[in-house]
């Protein structure tokens, strides 16, 4: 049997690579002489720079950049291999990722991009010609003004004061936006942002309403994030003529895709449809008889550019049955039926706390894909006894 595993990370937990290392293991207690092909998958989010770097052969730079909460922290970018024009790859999740927001200080209000724009300017220093960002997994909600902030746009109150961009709560004050100084590399740099296409800043299902909460925010915080970004959105039209507020893409990273485009001149672009250009999935699904896939949640979200649904929907076109794996199923999960996953589980045995769940994520992830693997040769063997007795065709 030929297996392909390609799942996602599980945010704050295992990155794409562990996940898929667990799953091989798995399958492999079940059956050892199967041909099982990993396929890390990144969509924007931690692991995204480490991922594309090892895939094009590249190169990996450590830095030290601005947190999410305003302290300096570790952080890295990379330098593709294998391309004519030079290539950076940046994860804002390097910089302002959740993980990187403590859980006693996680308020989208007051978390900062700073860092995602100091990488930027990394990356410019290295003399790339293009810069693919990855947006996922963030802990910000401050319309990627931060890092707009950091490469020299200036942020005005209605006295032409500037100010010091430290949140998305500090985007209710801005009345004006200054790009005249921001850094002139950037005229002569193509920036392609992966993102999740179905996210918006504002409107119905605006980024602070469908994320805040998932960042930490409370009901009375979403409302202030949300007056927040009108505001911003109307201000950036002023100036540019954009509206970002319902512009796909706009919402992704807590509004970092509305602040990038807007300001420094980046092009969003769905995420699979640019990141499926260092990633040959096609051949490897042409090659396979079964598709695995994981993330750290399965919910009547994931069809909207979840990695489980977007490998599913590709594997349908090889006809191929697709099994995924998560650590909780949530509201709206049976939607994903409609969209090629066959079946889903948990990966929890038992009741647990989020913190139990982080500790034994890999083996109950090893322990889940080979729970799985059982199952599916019951069928196999099952579909073989029957049709031994001619009761199938």
């Known amino acids: 049997m030929r297996i392909l595993v390609v799942p996602s990370g599980f945010k704050e937990s295992l990155d794409a690579e562990q996940a898929a290392q667990c799953m091989r293991e798995g399958i492999m207690r079940v ?9 890390p998958m990144v969509d924007g989010g931690e692991g995204f720079t480490k991922a594309l770097v090892k895939i094009t052969d590249g190169r990996l730079y450590e830095a030290e950049v601005t947190g999410p909460v305003g302290e300096k922290i570790p952080s890295h970018f990379g330098i593709l291999g294998q391309k004519q024009e030079k290539t950076a790859v940046i994860e804002m999740a390097a910089a302002a990722g959740l993980r990187l927001v403590p859980r006693n200080m996680r308020d989208p209000r007051k978390t900062t991009t700073h860092g995602v724009g100091e990488l930027i300017k990394l990356a410019l220093n290295k003399g790339v010609k293009r810069i693919l960002l990855g947006c996922g997994d963030s802990g910000t909600s401050d319309g990627g003004a931060g890092m707009a902030q950091a490469l ?29 100084n921001v850094d002139p590399r950037l005229q002569h740099v193509q920036i392609d942002v992966a993102c999740n296409w179905f996210n918006k800043l504002c409107g119905e299902n605006g980024v602070a309403r469908v994320f805040g909460p998932q960042k930490g925010a409370t009901e009375e915080q979403v409302i202030e994030l949300e007056t ?13 003529g954009i509206d970002v507020r319902e512009m796909p893409g706009s ?13 420094i001149g980046a092009k969003l672009h769905p995420r699979y449809d640019i990141i499926m250009k260092y990633i040959d999935l096609d051949t490897l699904l042409a090659e396979s008889d079964l598709v695995f896939t994981a993330e750290g949640s399965i919910d009547f979200q994931t069809p909207r550019g979840k990695i489980p649904a977007e ?19 949530g509201k709206g999960a049976r939607l994903n039926y409609d969209y090629g996953i066959d079946a889903y589980t948990s990966i929890l045995p038992m009741p ?22 059982r199952t599916i040769l019951v069928g196999y063997q099952l579909a073989s006894r029957l049709n031994t007795k001619g009761w199938v065709s």
Not at 31 to 39: G, I, Y
Not at 251 to 263: D, E, K, P, Q, V
């Open 251 to 263: 919402g992704a990273s807590g509004g970092l895709g509305a602040g990038i485009h807007a300001l």
């Open 311 to 329: 490998v599913a929907k590709r594997a349908k076109q090889y006809g191929l049955p697709v099994v995924a794996l998560a650590g909780t199923v």
């Open 352 to 373: 647990s706390t989020l913190e139990e769940a982080f500790i034994h994520a890999e083996k109950w992830l090893r322990d889940c894909t080979e729970s799985a693997m």
């Open 31 to 39: 059956m050892p002489l199967a041909r099982v092909h990993t396929l």
């Open 228 to 240: 927040a970004f009108n505001n911003y959105a109307s201000v950036i039209e002023n100036i540019t």
């Open 152 to 180: 020299g746009v200036k942020f005005l109150d209605t006295n032409g004061n500037e100010i010091h961009i430290e949140g998305g709560i500090s985007l209710t004050k801005v009345a004006h936006i200054d790009v005249s």
